[in-house]
């Protein structure tokens, strides 16, 4: 029963992120697939804001296509959003907005740039994570933008022939 929590909050979580169309979904609508997750909620779905439902059903059909590792990943990040604070999530939330505001070529690079550091071995991040909060906040600024003026990987470089 709380795994069944656990996936339908997650759902919720998951939904947030999507777009909502002013149309409900009635509850014999949902696929079986879909009503057998949202179970749970069955009692409760009439009275959901519609936009809601068309959340929680658009989460409910993107959990039936996740894979086990994927659905795992997504509980682990909602376990984490459970553990924190009101003020954390607001940041996460305004940090998530600002992210969607940068144009497209920046938000590839944060991502590039995130997909390596993950690679690093644990050592290595440590290490860099430290040396980052050494930093005085006009030098975090400074090195943000000189990242982002760095060109991707596998791109050409600066230079002649790409180099840098």
Known sequence: MKANRLVAISIVLLALAGTASAQGVAWQDLTEAQ??????H?????????QRQQQIARGAERW??????????????????????PEQRDAARERYQEFRRL???QRERLVDTYRRYQTLPPERQNALRERYRGL????????????MRQPLPGGPGPGPGGQR
């Open 35 to 40: 009503r057998k997750l949202l179970a749970p």
């Open 42 to 50: 069955e009692q409760r779905w009439a009275d959901l804001d519609p």
């Open 64 to 85: 039936l296509e996740m894979n086990r590792g994927d659905r795992a990943q997504a509980q682990n990040r909602f376990e984490i959003w459970r553990g924190m604070t």
């Open 103 to 105: 144009p497209p070529e």
């Open 136 to 147: 005085t906040p006009e030098q975090r600024q400074s090195l943000r933008e000189r990242r």
